[in-house]
Structure formats: structure tokens, C-alpha cells
């Protein structure tokens, strides 16, 4: 048994990777390269999936791993990813590898940002960027925008 821990695979800022063409600010251990069809949500989540994918066998090679069977992600709000295709991506992805036919738990971070007008903290919902106590939008996201494998077992 192994377990590693915390393997962000993404660092994409708080909402630039939404439907949006992959960012040249894209900075991850793993570049997944120019999204070619921008606006398809499908290939956000084949995109994160092939860098979560390529970081998983890369450290299931370091740790000398023969096989992955649970991995847990972590994954904000703000990083819009379907669940479902996540798991499918990851399915057809990991065919044939050392990590075919792992469990995937994927845990969501709520998105919640801090008003500067009144210092309060709110849960961001749908991208609605809104101090719902004093109506501010001078606010700053502090959480919901984690991407990374919190572990996995193998
Ligand atoms: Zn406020």
C-alpha cells in the first residue's frame, strides 16, 4: 500500500478555464496543450483529466506503483467540471494503464469569496459574484478554485 498526497495538476486561475480556450497563463506540472475546440465543455473536462491522468502514472512510476485503485480529487466550484465526464475521461484515459479501472471519488470545495465592503464571507453561487449582505461586488475569491489529487491508493 501507498498513498500520496496532494498532487495539484492544475493551476488555472478562478474562472479562466470555464468553457474558455486554454490559457497560455497555464502553468501546471502537465501543459495539456492549445485547446483545439474551445467553447465544448466535454473537452475542459478531457483536458483536466489527460493532465490528471499523466501526473498519476508518472507518480505511480516514482513510487514504483503496479496499480492504482482509488483516486480522491479535489475539485472548486469554480473549476466548473462536470463529475460525470471527469469519471468518463478518466475511464477512457486510464484504459490499458496502471491505473484502469480505479475508483475516482471526487470531492467538491465550495466556492466562497470574502466582500471587502463589509468583510463578510458568502458561498459563490453560479459564478454570482455578490456580497448578499450589502450588495457589494468588490470581492475576492478565497476558496473554490482547488484542482489536485488529494491522494491515491494503490
Ligand atoms: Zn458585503
Same mark, same amino acid.
Given at each position: ?27 501546471? +506540472?502537465?501543459?495539456? &496543450?492549445? %485547446? %483545439?475546440?474551445?467553447? #465544448? ?9 489527460? &493532465? ?30 462536470? +463529475? ?6 478518466? &475511464?477512457?484515459?486510464? #484504459? ?6 480505479? #475508483?475516482?471519488?471526487?470531492? +467538491? ?13 458568502? #458561498? ?26 488529494? %491522494?491515491?491508493?494503490?
Amino acid at each position: 500500500m501507498s498513498s500520496v498526497r496532494r498532487q495539484r495538476w492544475d493551476a488555472g486561475h478562478a474562472g479562466v478555464v470555464h468553457r474558455t480556450r486554454a490559457r497560455s497563463n497555464y502553468y501546471g +506540472p502537465e501543459r495539456v &496543450g492549445p %485547446s %483545439s475546440a474551445a467553447g #465544448e465543455p466535454a473537452m475542459h473536462e478531457a483536458a483536466l483529466t489527460q &493532465g490528471l491522468v499523466n501526473i498519476l502514472l508518472k507518480e505511480a512510476a516514482r513510487h514504483q506503483v503496479r496499480s492504482i485503485t482509488l483516486v480522491r480529487l479535489k475539485v472548486g466550484r469554480m473549476k466548473a467540471v462536470e +463529475p460525470q465526464a471527469l469519471v468518463f475521461c478518466f &475511464g477512457a484515459f486510464t #484504459e490499458g494503464t496502471l491505473a484502469e479501472g480505479a #475508483e475516482l471519488i471526487i470531492e +467538491p470545495v465550495p466556492a466562497v469569496a470574502t466582500c471587502r465592503g463589509c468583510g463578510g464571507d458568502f #458561498e459563490v453561487i453560479k459564478f454570482h459574484f455578490q456580497c448578499p449582505r450589502c450588495q457589494s461586488r468588490d470581492v475576492v475569491l478565497i476558496q473554490g478554485d482547488e484542482l489536485y489529487i488529494e %491522494s491515491f491508493d494503490a
